[in-house]
């Protein structure tokens, strides 16, 4: 299965401030996503990153306040933009790889990024 | 969209027991994981089972997709099989809520 890393591992920032966060995969993926997990929460899927066109996002989710980018196959990022408290979550990135079978692909999770925005 | 629901949202055990976690979906998937979070947040992969049956040492998974549902079995339960076990569904993946175990030595 892929290696995922993702950096930073935490963060502590003040509002109104932007953070992005870097995924790197350690081979060629087709498909790469980022989800949040707010406190306490299970995830959420927030938008889709698209190698070479926009991302897409999911309901709920805005490119001003989330953009993405993915220059390669093997990189994304997710900038948080003008951070407020509820923003405090979780960040996780996860690539499609090839399952265990011939008919479907299993995703994997990086290790996540902790931000806290006071 | 699909719902996904877990339960039971908690579990206690005593080391050495048994368990077993379910997850109910809303519409036929293609795609279906077991996820088992630990404290430190890591999501680590337990079994990739859109139908059928799994088994991975003390760990098995049992997937129905007419009846729409999947279960996870856990025996002989270890103060590290601890933390919160998630069910999701679809290729853009669509979480349970999650099922949050303790397992007390």
């Known amino acids: 299965s892929a290696v995922i890393s993702q950096k930073p591992s935490r963060d502590i920032c003040q509002r109104g401030t932007s953070l992005t966060i870097q995924c790197q995969v350690d081979s060629q993926v087709t498909m790469m996503f980022w989800y949040r997990q707010q406190p306490g929460q299970s995830l959420t899927l927030i938008a889709t990153a698209n190698q070479g066109s926009e991302a897409t996002y999911e309901s709920g989710f805005v490119i001003d306040k989330f953009p993405i980018s993915r220059p390669n196959l093997t990189f994304s990022t997710l900038t948080v933009s003008n951070m407020s408290p509820e923003d405090s979550s979780i960040y996780l990135c996860s690539v499609e790889d090839g399952g265990s079978d011939s008919f479907g692909y299993e995703q994997y999770f990086g290790p996540g990024t902790r931000l806290t925005v006071t | 969209g699909i719902q996904v629901e877990q339960s039971p949202p908690d579990l206690i055990l005593q080391e050495g027991a048994n368990s077993t976690l379910r997850c109910n979906f809303s519409d036929s998937v293609n795609n279906l994981q077991w996820f088992h979070q630990n404290p430190w947040g890591q999501l680590i992969n337990l079994f990739y089972?859109?139908?059928g049956t799994k088994q991975n040492g003390r760990l098995s998974a049992t997937t129905v997709a007419t009846e729409r549902y999947s279960l996870l079995y856990i025996s002989s339960s270890q103060t590290t099989d601890s933390g919160v076990y998630f069910c999701a569904v679809t290729l853009r993946l669509t979480f349970g809520e999650g099922t949050q175990l303790t397992v007390n030595p």
């Open positions: 089972i859109p139908s």
